[in-house]
């Protein structure tokens, strides 16, 4: 485990970017998109309905693309510094979850052509299957199998990415998830997943999706997490 204090204004001091926003629309992505201008860099959010992006700012751009198809999303992809996920899609009990992987081989496609190479995206705790065998009775037995095809397919695609070694991707997983803004908290990260202590057991099963998209903004200018998952946390 390692202990990280990033402060509020690391982004704000480092190099500015163009950065293309996956999935701008929910609730991390709104966060992460806010707090990407607010540290003055030049965002495009790609949604599905541009309505749902109600800031408005010189630096952001909205536009619709598909996705799941590499030529939909090449135009944009184009000239710009790195890509950022934060897509999320329900659990299915019926069909199984396949997102994840269709929208980041989609993603790698369209970078590929256009010549960009860095890719954020996140996932979640306990993606490998064997991984939630130390969590606590109600994560192992009651959450874990209702979310499973979630976090199968997000494991698949962080295989998917493990297995293109010309791009430089970072895999960031937070543990379950809360509607609040960043914080001035410190991070604890552990290439692994999950953040474990000292006893090597999970610590800290919550955090703050504004405090996800500070730690992923902490990225940008970092090779510490390239070509590498890393799960997160707060204290």
């Known amino acids: 485990m390692e202990s990280t204090t990033p402060s509020q204004t690391d ?9 293309v926003v996956l999935g701008a629309t929910g609730q991390t992505g709104q966060y992460l998109v806010s707090q990407a201008l607010e540290h003055g860099h030049t965002v495009t959010a790609i949604v599905r309905n541009p309505g749902k992006i109600t800031i408005r700012n010189d630096k952001l751009k ?6 799941f198809a590499a030529d939909s999303l090449k135009v944009h992809f184009k000239g710009q510094d790195v890509i950022v996920s934060c897509l999320g899609f329900p659990a299915s009990f019926i069909s199984g979850v396949t997102g994840y992987t ?18 954020i995206t996140m996932t979640s705790w306990y993606t490998e299957p064997d991984s939630g065998t130390q969590a606590s009775y109600l994560i192992r037995f009651l959450l874990l199998p209702m979310i499973r095809s979630v976090l199968s397919n997000m494991y698949e695609m962080e295989t998917f990415l493990k297995n293109n070694n010309d791009i430089s991707w970072t895999v960031v997983r937070p543990p ?6 960043a914080s001035a908290k ?8 999950f953040v474990s202590d000292s006893s ?3 610590t800290g099963s919550t955090m703050g999706r504004g405090d996800v998209a500070r730690f992923m903004l902490t990225l940008l200018n970092s090779n510490t997490w390239v070509k590498k998952g890393v799960a997160i946390t707060t204290i």
């Open 11 to 19: 982004a704000q001091e480092s190099l500015k970017m163009k950065i």
């Open 186 to 193: 410190e991070f604890l990260t552990h290439r692994g997943y």
């Open 102 to 119: 269709t929208s980041m081989s989609a993603v790698v496609s369209a970078m590929r052509e256009v010549r960009v190479n860095r890719v």
């Open 62 to 67: 909205v536009v619709e693309a598909d996705i």
């Open 200 to 202: 090597g057991n999970p």
């Open 176 to 181: 379950g998830l809360k509607n609040q803004p």
